[in-house]
Protein backbone atom coordinates (compact mmCIF):
# COMPACT_ATOMS: atom_id res chain seq x y z
CA UNK A 1 0.00 0.00 0.00
CA UNK A 2 1.49 3.51 -1.19
CA UNK A 3 1.69 6.14 1.83
CA UNK A 4 -0.66 8.42 -0.38
CA UNK A 5 -3.39 5.97 -0.39
CA UNK A 6 -2.90 5.75 3.83
CA UNK A 7 -2.89 9.28 3.87
CA UNK A 8 -6.04 9.07 2.00
CA UNK A 9 -7.93 7.13 3.84
CA UNK A 10 -7.16 8.97 6.93
CA UNK A 11 -8.36 12.00 5.80
CA UNK A 12 -11.53 10.12 4.66
CA UNK A 13 -12.14 8.62 8.26
CA UNK A 14 -11.41 12.25 9.74
CA UNK A 15 -13.67 13.71 7.11
CA UNK A 16 -16.52 11.00 8.56
CA UNK A 17 -16.21 12.22 11.35
CA UNK A 18 -14.49 8.75 12.88
CA UNK A 19 -13.25 8.79 16.55
CA UNK A 20 -9.61 9.75 15.96
CA UNK A 21 -8.01 6.92 17.83
CA UNK A 22 -10.34 4.47 15.93
CA UNK A 23 -9.22 6.62 12.66
CA UNK A 24 -5.37 5.88 13.86
CA UNK A 25 -5.61 2.38 14.62
CA UNK A 26 -7.07 1.45 11.50
CA UNK A 27 -4.95 3.22 9.44
CA UNK A 28 -1.66 1.57 11.26
CA UNK A 29 -3.10 -1.98 10.72
CA UNK A 30 -4.35 -1.63 7.28
CA UNK A 31 -1.22 -1.96 5.44
CA UNK A 32 -0.75 -5.39 7.03
CA UNK A 33 -4.19 -6.65 5.51
CA UNK A 34 -3.93 -5.47 2.30
CA UNK A 35 -0.50 -6.51 1.56
CA UNK A 36 0.43 -9.54 3.97
CA UNK A 37 3.97 -8.71 3.36
CA UNK A 38 4.39 -5.50 5.07
CA UNK A 39 6.18 -5.94 8.61
CA UNK A 40 3.54 -4.46 11.27
CA UNK A 41 1.13 -7.01 11.98
CA UNK A 42 -1.59 -6.31 14.50
CA UNK A 43 0.24 -7.34 17.32
CA UNK A 44 3.80 -5.25 16.66
CA UNK A 45 1.14 -2.22 16.11
CA UNK A 46 -0.35 -3.15 19.34
CA UNK A 47 3.00 -3.31 21.31
CA UNK A 48 3.98 -0.46 19.80
CA UNK A 49 0.98 1.26 21.18
CA UNK A 50 1.37 -0.23 24.42
CA UNK A 51 5.15 0.47 24.74
CA UNK A 52 4.41 4.32 23.87
CA UNK A 53 1.82 4.80 26.71
CA UNK A 54 4.86 3.08 28.87
CA UNK A 55 6.39 6.27 30.08
CA UNK A 56 7.01 8.32 32.77
CA UNK A 57 6.92 11.97 31.17
CA UNK A 58 3.46 10.93 30.15
CA UNK A 59 2.66 10.43 33.62
CA UNK A 60 2.19 14.60 33.75
CA UNK A 61 -0.54 14.36 31.62
CA UNK A 62 -3.51 12.93 33.67
CA UNK A 63 -1.91 15.09 37.12
CA UNK A 64 -1.90 18.11 35.18
CA UNK A 65 -5.37 17.22 33.91
CA UNK A 66 -6.66 16.08 37.37
CA UNK A 67 -5.16 19.79 38.88
CA UNK A 68 -6.86 21.72 36.16
CA UNK A 69 -10.35 20.04 37.25
CA UNK A 70 -9.44 20.38 41.35
CA UNK A 71 -8.75 24.29 40.57
CA UNK A 72 -11.77 24.93 38.15
CA UNK A 73 -13.91 23.59 40.93
CA UNK A 74 -12.16 25.61 43.25
CA UNK A 75 -12.80 28.65 41.84
CA UNK A 76 -9.16 29.92 41.53
CA UNK A 77 -9.94 31.17 37.88
CA UNK A 78 -12.11 33.92 39.65
CA UNK A 79 -9.56 34.66 42.49
CA UNK A 80 -7.00 35.50 39.46
CA UNK A 81 -9.48 37.75 37.45
CA UNK A 82 -10.23 39.62 40.11
CA UNK A 83 -6.54 40.40 40.97
CA UNK A 84 -5.83 41.45 37.49
CA UNK A 85 -9.35 43.56 37.29
CA UNK A 86 -8.32 45.38 40.66
CA UNK A 87 -5.37 47.27 38.69
CA UNK A 88 -6.94 47.45 35.13
CA UNK A 89 -10.40 47.23 35.63
CA UNK A 90 -10.99 51.18 35.02
CA UNK A 91 -8.96 51.33 32.12
CA UNK A 92 -10.08 51.33 28.26
CA UNK A 93 -10.43 47.35 27.51
CA UNK A 94 -9.10 46.76 30.78
CA UNK A 95 -11.86 43.79 31.50
CA UNK A 96 -11.13 42.08 28.46
CA UNK A 97 -7.07 42.24 28.58
CA UNK A 98 -8.10 40.72 32.34
CA UNK A 99 -9.05 37.72 30.64
CA UNK A 100 -6.36 37.09 28.55
CA UNK A 101 -4.29 37.74 31.68
CA UNK A 102 -6.56 35.15 33.53
CA UNK A 103 -5.64 32.54 30.85
CA UNK A 104 -2.26 33.14 30.75
CA UNK A 105 -1.72 32.35 34.60
CA UNK A 106 -4.37 29.63 34.17
CA UNK A 107 -2.55 28.11 31.86
CA UNK A 108 0.29 28.06 34.14
CA UNK A 109 -1.90 25.73 36.18
CA UNK A 110 -3.71 23.28 33.79
CA UNK A 111 -1.41 23.05 31.08
CA UNK A 112 -4.78 22.44 28.35
CA UNK A 113 -6.58 24.89 26.10
CA UNK A 114 -10.03 23.46 26.08
CA UNK A 115 -9.58 23.65 29.96
CA UNK A 116 -8.51 27.26 30.15
CA UNK A 117 -11.56 28.42 27.74
CA UNK A 118 -13.52 26.23 29.92
CA UNK A 119 -12.83 27.81 33.71
CA UNK A 120 -11.89 31.08 32.71
CA UNK A 121 -14.86 31.59 30.07
CA UNK A 122 -17.33 29.98 32.30
CA UNK A 123 -16.84 32.57 34.59
CA UNK A 124 -15.86 35.79 32.64
CA UNK A 125 -17.99 35.55 29.99
CA UNK A 126 -21.20 36.07 32.13
CA UNK A 127 -19.71 39.30 33.85
CA UNK A 128 -18.45 40.94 30.24
CA UNK A 129 -21.87 40.24 29.19
CA UNK A 130 -23.13 41.64 32.10
CA UNK A 131 -21.25 45.05 31.91
CA UNK A 132 -22.33 46.06 28.54
CA UNK A 133 -19.62 44.08 26.46
CA UNK A 134 -21.34 41.97 23.18
CA UNK A 135 -21.43 38.23 23.88
CA UNK A 136 -19.83 36.64 20.66
CA UNK A 137 -16.77 39.04 21.09
CA UNK A 138 -16.67 38.23 24.48
CA UNK A 139 -16.88 34.18 23.83
CA UNK A 140 -14.45 34.79 20.59
CA UNK A 141 -12.14 36.16 22.88
CA UNK A 142 -12.02 33.53 25.29
CA UNK A 143 -11.86 31.12 22.71
CA UNK A 144 -8.63 32.32 21.19
CA UNK A 145 -7.29 33.34 24.93
CA UNK A 146 -7.56 29.91 26.03
CA UNK A 147 -5.03 28.83 23.30
CA UNK A 148 -2.79 30.34 25.56
CA UNK A 149 -3.02 27.30 28.39
CA UNK A 150 -0.97 25.40 25.59
CA UNK A 151 1.48 27.43 25.12
CA UNK A 152 2.74 28.91 28.95
CA UNK A 153 3.88 26.22 31.13
CA UNK A 154 3.31 23.85 32.08
CA UNK A 155 2.37 22.66 28.85
CA UNK A 156 0.69 19.36 27.72
CA UNK A 157 1.30 19.49 23.92
CA UNK A 158 4.87 20.17 25.01
CA UNK A 159 5.18 17.43 27.28
CA UNK A 160 4.41 15.22 23.89
CA UNK A 161 6.26 16.79 21.63
CA UNK A 162 9.31 16.24 24.12
CA UNK A 163 8.47 12.85 23.72
CA UNK A 164 7.91 12.43 20.39
CA UNK A 165 11.81 14.51 19.78
CA UNK A 166 13.42 13.47 22.83
CA UNK A 167 14.14 17.98 23.34
CA UNK A 168 14.00 18.29 27.29
CA UNK A 169 10.46 19.18 28.23
CA UNK A 170 11.59 21.73 31.18
CA UNK A 171 13.38 23.66 28.15
CA UNK A 172 10.17 23.64 26.29
CA UNK A 173 8.53 25.16 29.23
CA UNK A 174 10.96 27.67 30.05
CA UNK A 175 11.06 28.39 26.17
CA UNK A 176 7.59 28.97 25.85
CA UNK A 177 6.76 31.82 28.27
CA UNK A 178 8.15 34.57 25.90
CA UNK A 179 5.81 32.99 22.87
CA UNK A 180 2.73 33.38 25.37
CA UNK A 181 3.66 36.42 26.49
CA UNK A 182 4.11 38.02 23.03
CA UNK A 183 0.72 36.33 22.30
CA UNK A 184 -1.32 37.56 25.10
CA UNK A 185 0.16 41.13 24.41
CA UNK A 186 -1.20 40.73 20.71
CA UNK A 187 -4.81 39.58 21.54
CA UNK A 188 -4.91 42.76 24.45
CA UNK A 189 -3.64 44.84 21.34
CA UNK A 190 -6.37 44.09 19.32
CA UNK A 191 -9.26 44.41 22.40
CA UNK A 192 -7.99 47.63 23.29
CA UNK A 193 -8.65 48.65 19.60
CA UNK A 194 -11.98 47.00 19.49
CA UNK A 195 -13.23 48.74 22.46
CA UNK A 196 -11.77 51.80 21.70
CA UNK A 197 -13.52 51.82 18.33
CA UNK A 198 -17.04 50.23 19.82
CA UNK A 199 -16.81 51.86 23.10
CA UNK A 200 -17.81 50.88 26.38
CA UNK A 201 -20.48 50.95 29.07
CA UNK A 202 -18.53 52.97 31.81
CA UNK A 203 -21.01 53.42 33.66
CA UNK A 204 -21.30 49.82 34.75
CA UNK A 205 -17.64 48.86 34.27
CA UNK A 206 -17.06 51.89 37.47
CA UNK A 207 -19.43 50.49 39.55
CA UNK A 208 -17.90 46.93 39.06
CA UNK A 209 -14.42 48.73 39.33
CA UNK A 210 -15.45 50.74 42.49
CA UNK A 211 -17.27 47.50 44.49
CA UNK A 212 -13.83 45.31 43.72
CA UNK A 213 -11.96 48.25 45.20
CA UNK A 214 -14.31 48.77 48.14
CA UNK A 215 -12.73 45.65 49.33
CA UNK A 216 -9.13 46.77 49.80
CA UNK A 217 -6.29 45.84 48.17
CA UNK A 218 -5.27 43.46 51.09
CA UNK A 219 -8.18 41.56 50.80
CA UNK A 220 -8.17 41.30 47.01
CA UNK A 221 -4.57 39.90 47.19
CA UNK A 222 -5.24 37.75 50.33
CA UNK A 223 -7.38 35.96 47.98
CA UNK A 224 -6.08 35.62 45.26
CA UNK A 225 -2.51 34.76 46.69
CA UNK A 226 -3.04 30.90 46.70
CA UNK A 227 -4.09 30.93 43.03
CA UNK A 228 -1.21 33.35 41.91
CA UNK A 229 1.32 31.18 43.94
CA UNK A 230 0.63 28.13 42.28
CA UNK A 231 2.08 28.69 38.98
CA UNK A 232 5.03 29.52 41.04
CA UNK A 233 5.86 26.65 43.09
CA UNK A 234 4.86 24.44 39.92
CA UNK A 235 7.03 26.13 37.68
CA UNK A 236 9.87 26.88 40.55
CA UNK A 237 10.35 23.26 41.43
CA UNK A 238 10.80 21.78 37.84
CA UNK A 239 13.41 25.32 36.73
CA UNK A 240 15.08 24.55 40.56
CA UNK A 241 15.67 21.13 39.59
CA UNK A 242 13.99 20.08 42.75
CA UNK A 243 11.73 18.43 40.54
CA UNK A 244 10.73 16.91 37.30
CA UNK A 245 7.91 17.85 35.18
CA UNK A 246 6.41 15.00 36.09
CA UNK A 247 6.57 15.16 39.89
CA UNK A 248 5.59 18.71 39.37
CA UNK A 249 2.38 17.54 37.71
CA UNK A 250 1.59 15.49 40.87
CA UNK A 251 3.00 18.41 43.36
CA UNK A 252 0.11 20.45 41.33
CA UNK A 253 -2.56 17.60 42.37
CA UNK A 254 -1.99 17.91 46.07
CA UNK A 255 -1.66 21.72 45.81
CA UNK A 256 -4.96 22.42 44.40
CA UNK A 257 -6.84 20.09 46.81
CA UNK A 258 -4.68 21.91 49.94
CA UNK A 259 -5.87 24.87 48.69
CA UNK A 260 -9.30 24.03 47.34
CA UNK A 261 -10.28 22.20 50.72
CA UNK A 262 -8.69 23.99 53.31
CA UNK A 263 -7.69 27.55 51.98
CA UNK A 264 -10.60 28.77 49.85
CA UNK A 265 -12.66 25.82 51.25
CA UNK A 266 -14.21 25.58 47.76
CA UNK A 267 -14.35 22.45 48.08
CA UNK A 268 -15.82 19.95 49.68
CA UNK A 269 -14.56 16.06 50.40
CA UNK A 270 -17.58 14.50 49.03
CA UNK A 271 -17.06 15.93 46.05
CA UNK A 272 -13.15 14.62 45.36
CA UNK A 273 -14.85 11.04 43.80
CA UNK A 274 -16.76 13.21 41.34
CA UNK A 275 -13.55 14.67 40.15
CA UNK A 276 -11.17 11.89 40.30
CA UNK A 277 -14.18 10.33 37.70
CA UNK A 278 -14.10 13.44 35.83
CA UNK A 279 -10.40 13.37 35.61
CA UNK A 280 -10.18 9.48 34.10
CA UNK A 281 -13.21 10.66 31.62
CA UNK A 282 -11.16 13.28 30.25
CA UNK A 283 -7.61 11.45 29.76
CA UNK A 284 -9.22 8.36 29.15
CA UNK A 285 -10.07 9.28 25.42
CA UNK A 286 -6.76 11.27 25.41
CA UNK A 287 -4.59 8.17 26.24
CA UNK A 288 -6.17 5.96 23.67
CA UNK A 289 -5.13 9.03 21.17
CA UNK A 290 -1.82 8.66 22.60
CA UNK A 291 -1.77 5.11 21.84
CA UNK A 292 -3.22 5.17 18.50
CA UNK A 293 -0.85 7.55 17.07
CA UNK A 294 2.07 5.96 18.77
CA UNK A 295 1.25 2.63 16.29
CA UNK A 296 0.48 4.65 13.86
CA UNK A 297 3.78 6.89 14.20
CA UNK A 298 5.79 3.38 13.25
CA UNK A 299 3.59 2.20 10.71
CA UNK A 300 4.73 5.56 8.92
CA UNK A 301 8.39 4.83 9.83
CA UNK A 302 8.24 1.16 8.52
CA UNK A 303 7.18 3.13 5.02
CA UNK A 304 9.63 5.21 5.57
CA UNK A 305 7.13 8.39 5.01
CA UNK A 306 9.49 10.77 6.93
CA UNK A 307 12.93 10.24 4.85
CA UNK A 308 10.35 10.62 1.98
CA UNK A 309 8.71 13.76 2.80
CA UNK A 310 11.95 15.37 3.61
CA UNK A 311 13.46 14.39 0.54
CA UNK A 312 10.50 16.42 -1.46
CA UNK A 313 10.71 19.52 0.89
CA UNK A 314 14.71 19.94 0.94
CA UNK A 315 14.68 19.04 -3.13
CA UNK A 316 12.06 21.68 -3.53
CA UNK A 317 12.70 24.29 -0.97
CA UNK A 318 15.92 25.20 -0.32
CA UNK A 319 16.29 28.47 2.13
CA UNK A 320 15.51 27.85 5.65
CA UNK A 321 12.88 30.57 5.20
CA UNK A 322 10.99 29.18 2.88
CA UNK A 323 11.03 25.57 4.08
CA UNK A 324 9.47 27.49 7.46
CA UNK A 325 6.74 28.85 5.80
CA UNK A 326 5.91 25.84 4.47
CA UNK A 327 5.99 23.81 7.49
CA UNK A 328 3.95 26.80 9.58
CA UNK A 329 1.21 26.48 6.54
CA UNK A 330 1.12 22.97 6.67
CA UNK A 331 0.98 22.97 10.62
CA UNK A 332 -1.85 25.35 10.36
CA UNK A 333 -3.92 23.26 7.94
CA UNK A 334 -3.39 20.07 10.23
CA UNK A 335 -4.49 21.82 13.10
CA UNK A 336 -7.67 22.61 11.44
CA UNK A 337 -8.86 18.57 10.89
CA UNK A 338 -6.63 17.00 13.36
CA UNK A 339 -6.53 17.47 17.41
CA UNK A 340 -3.17 18.65 18.89
CA UNK A 341 -2.02 15.14 21.04
CA UNK A 342 -2.11 12.93 17.29
CA UNK A 343 -0.60 15.63 15.09
CA UNK A 344 2.46 16.00 17.40
CA UNK A 345 3.10 12.59 17.89
CA UNK A 346 2.93 11.70 14.20
CA UNK A 347 4.30 14.44 12.56
CA UNK A 348 7.23 15.42 15.17
CA UNK A 349 9.54 12.74 13.97
CA UNK A 350 8.82 13.90 10.07
CA UNK A 351 9.30 17.52 10.26
CA UNK A 352 11.85 17.87 13.02
CA UNK A 353 14.67 16.09 11.08
CA UNK A 354 14.04 18.69 8.08
CA UNK A 355 13.78 21.78 10.28
CA UNK A 356 17.13 20.55 11.92
CA UNK A 357 18.65 20.01 8.77
CA UNK A 358 18.24 23.40 8.08
CA UNK A 359 19.78 24.99 11.53
CA UNK A 360 16.59 25.04 13.56
CA UNK A 361 16.75 24.30 17.17
CA UNK A 362 14.43 21.34 18.01
CA UNK A 363 13.39 23.36 21.19
CA UNK A 364 12.65 26.50 19.02
CA UNK A 365 10.74 24.19 16.49
CA UNK A 366 8.62 22.81 19.49
CA UNK A 367 7.29 25.94 20.42
CA UNK A 368 6.22 27.23 16.63
CA UNK A 369 4.84 23.83 16.28
CA UNK A 370 2.31 24.21 19.10
CA UNK A 371 1.98 27.65 18.56
CA UNK A 372 0.32 26.73 14.95
CA UNK A 373 -1.70 23.81 16.91
CA UNK A 374 -3.09 26.07 19.14
CA UNK A 375 -4.44 28.39 16.56
CA UNK A 376 -6.32 25.22 15.46
CA UNK A 377 -8.34 25.45 18.75
CA UNK A 378 -10.31 28.23 17.20
CA UNK A 379 -10.12 27.24 13.35
CA UNK A 380 -13.31 25.13 12.16
CA UNK A 381 -13.94 22.62 11.93
CA UNK A 382 -12.22 20.80 14.80
CA UNK A 383 -11.71 24.24 16.66
CA UNK A 384 -12.63 22.56 19.87
CA UNK A 385 -12.10 25.60 21.96
CA UNK A 386 -15.06 27.11 19.73
CA UNK A 387 -17.11 24.16 20.85
CA UNK A 388 -16.27 24.34 24.69
CA UNK A 389 -16.93 27.94 24.73
CA UNK A 390 -20.40 27.75 22.87
CA UNK A 391 -21.73 24.46 25.05
CA UNK A 392 -22.17 27.05 27.68
CA UNK A 393 -23.07 30.61 26.06
CA UNK A 394 -25.26 29.18 23.45
CA UNK A 395 -23.26 31.22 20.76
CA UNK A 396 -23.76 29.49 17.49
CA UNK A 397 -19.84 28.10 16.76
CA UNK A 398 -19.96 29.44 13.53
CA UNK A 399 -20.48 32.88 15.23
CA UNK A 400 -17.37 32.43 17.16
CA UNK A 401 -14.96 31.68 14.69
CA UNK A 402 -16.17 34.82 12.41
CA UNK A 403 -15.48 37.16 15.57
CA UNK A 404 -12.68 34.93 16.87
CA UNK A 405 -10.75 36.21 13.12
CA UNK A 406 -9.38 39.02 14.12
CA UNK A 407 -8.04 37.62 17.19
CA UNK A 408 -6.04 34.56 15.00
CA UNK A 409 -4.84 37.49 12.71
CA UNK A 410 -3.11 38.61 15.94
CA UNK A 411 -2.08 35.02 16.97
CA UNK A 412 -0.37 34.36 13.43
CA UNK A 413 1.32 37.93 13.84
CA UNK A 414 3.33 36.73 16.83
CA UNK A 415 3.77 33.32 15.40
CA UNK A 416 5.20 34.74 12.37
CA UNK A 417 7.94 36.76 15.22
CA UNK A 418 8.05 33.46 16.94
CA UNK A 419 9.24 31.47 13.70
CA UNK A 420 11.33 34.04 12.37
CA UNK A 421 12.89 35.72 15.64
CA UNK A 422 15.00 32.59 17.58
CA UNK A 423 15.74 34.46 20.13
CA UNK A 424 12.11 34.98 21.82
CA UNK A 425 11.90 31.12 22.42
CA UNK A 426 15.58 30.68 23.34
CA UNK A 427 16.35 33.82 25.30
CA UNK A 428 15.69 32.07 28.76
CA UNK A 429 17.63 28.86 28.58
Not at 177 to 188: D, F, S, Y
Not at 251 to 275: C, D, T
Request: charged share 10%; net charge positive.
Amino acid sequence: MSPVALFLFFMVAVLLALPISTTLGLTAILPKILDSTFPASPEMVIRAMLAGVDSFPILAVPMFILSGIIMARGGISKKLFNVFTYFIGNKTAGLPMAVVMTCLFYGAISGSGPATAAAVGSMTIPLLVNLGYDKVFSTALVAVAGGLGVIIPPSIPFIFYGMASGASVGALFIAGVLPGLLIGACLMGYAYYYCKKKGEDKVKIMENYNALRSQGFITVFKESFWALLAPIIILGSIYSGVASPTEAAVISVYYAFFVSLFIYKSLKFNQIIKIFVEGVATYAPILFIIAAALGFARVLTLMQVPQAIAMAITSTFTSKVAVLIIINVFLLLVGMVMDTTPAILILTPILLPIVTAFGVDPVHFGVIMVVNLAIGFVTPPIGINLFVTSSFTGVPVADIAKSAMPFIFMFIIALIFITFVPAISLALL
